[in-house]
């Protein structure tokens, strides 16, 4: 195995929990984000990992890199923000 060994103690974490007391609306948040963990494009930058817990949306994001936590945290708050509006937002036609 080739490259440098990042040691624990120069890992970031970041955890971002959402609570909700609707359980469709944590499952549908899941299920909008569980693409994105599963196929990331560039897992340099970090690992993320997103669980339901009660009624609680847990992300967990660890990178080797202060700025590789600061751009995945910033993805996946833009990603959240994104399907809440679309959740939230009546359907016309």
Do not use: F, H, W
């Not at 909700?20 to 196929?39: D, F, G, H, N």
């Not at 997103?50 to 994001?61: A, D, N, W």
Request: charged letters at 30%; hydrophobic letters at 40%.
């Amino acid at each position: 195995m080739s490259g440098k060994k990042v040691s624990e103690k120069n890992r970031y974490k970041l955890r971002i929990t959402v609570e909700s007391l609707e359980e469709k609306v944590l499952k549908a948040l899941y299920q909008s984000l569980l693409p994105e963990t599963v196929s990331q494009p560039d897992r340099k930058r970090g690992d993320v990992k997103i669980t339901v817990v009660g009624r609680r949306l847990i992300i967990e994001i660890e990178s080797a890199s202060a700025s590789g936590a600061r751009a995945l945290l910033n993805a996946y708050i833009y990603l959240l923000m994104t399907a809440l509006q679309v959740i939230k937002e009546p359907v016309t036609t």
